[in-house]
Every structure is written in C-alpha cells, then in structure tokens.
C-alpha cells in the first residue's frame, strides 16, 4: 500500500516547538515534491508548505514563513515540517501528501497531491 505515515504531533503551549515527521511506505519521494496541509475541526484544508524533489524549492503560507520549515531526506524517504513559535491558531490535524511540483508563486491545492498520509494531531494550548 502507497502511503504516508505522520508522527510527532501532541501538546504543546503556545511558544513551544513540535517537529513533525512523514515515513513513505511502498514507494519513493526522490523525484516527487512534498506538501504539508493541515485541517482543524469544521474548517477547510490548509496548504502548510511544500517542498520541491531536491530540497532546494519551497513554500510557506502566510500564516506560518518565518515560524516553520520544511526539509527532506531523500535517503531516508521522509519528509520533515519543523514548527515554532506556535500559537493556539495551528492547532490542527497535520498530513502530508505528494505532488508533481512545488509552486513557489501560490497556495498549495489538494487537488495537485495524492498519497495522502492519515495525519498527526498537533493542540495548541495553555
């Protein structure tokens, strides 16, 4: 089975610092850029970051450049999204998904990924 498998999310106050991970399972990221979305409870899913197949092009919504990064391991076929300076705002359910490309100039679309990991909850609280 194709899949992403996500870990490291769980509590944390605002101010604080989760780093997220994504496995591939039964299949290759070399050649294929990786996204980050994340969806909270009654709300839309959100384009987090993406990252192009060498690692060298990437992508930040608004809400969180300057507060996260993503990075890759091709060798280790995962994928990272380093979060700080959290705030109550990205408490969300956070996936990782596939695509073709990496657009630097707009939002990420679920539409343009597949392989959709089951995702990791990260809460926000005091």
């Known amino acids: 089975q194709l899949q992403f498998v996500e870990s490291g999310g769980g509590l944390v106050q605002p101010g604080g610092s989760l780093k997220l991970s994504c496995a591939a399972s039964?299949?290759?990221?070399?050649?294929?850029?990786v996204g980050w979305f994340r969806q909270a409870p009654g709300k839309e899913r959100e384009g987090v970051a993406c990252?192009?197949?060498?690692?060298?092009?990437?992508y930040y919504a608004d809400s969180v450049k300057g507060r996260f990064t993503i990075s890759r391991n091709n060798t280790g076929n995962a994928a990272y999204l380093q979060m700080s300076s959290l705030k109550v705002e990205d408490t969300a359910s956070y996936h990782c998904?596939?695509?073709?490309?990496?657009?630097?100039?707009?939002?990420?679309?679920?539409?343009?990924?597949?392989?959709w990991g089951q995702g990791t909850q990260v809460t926000v609280s005091s």
């Open positions: 998904a596939v695509s073709s490309f990496c657009n630097v100039l707009a939002p990420l679309r679920s539409d343009d990924y597949d392989t």
């Open positions: 990252i192009g197949y060498r690692g060298r092009i990437t």
């Open positions: 039964g299949f290759t990221i070399n050649y294929r850029a």
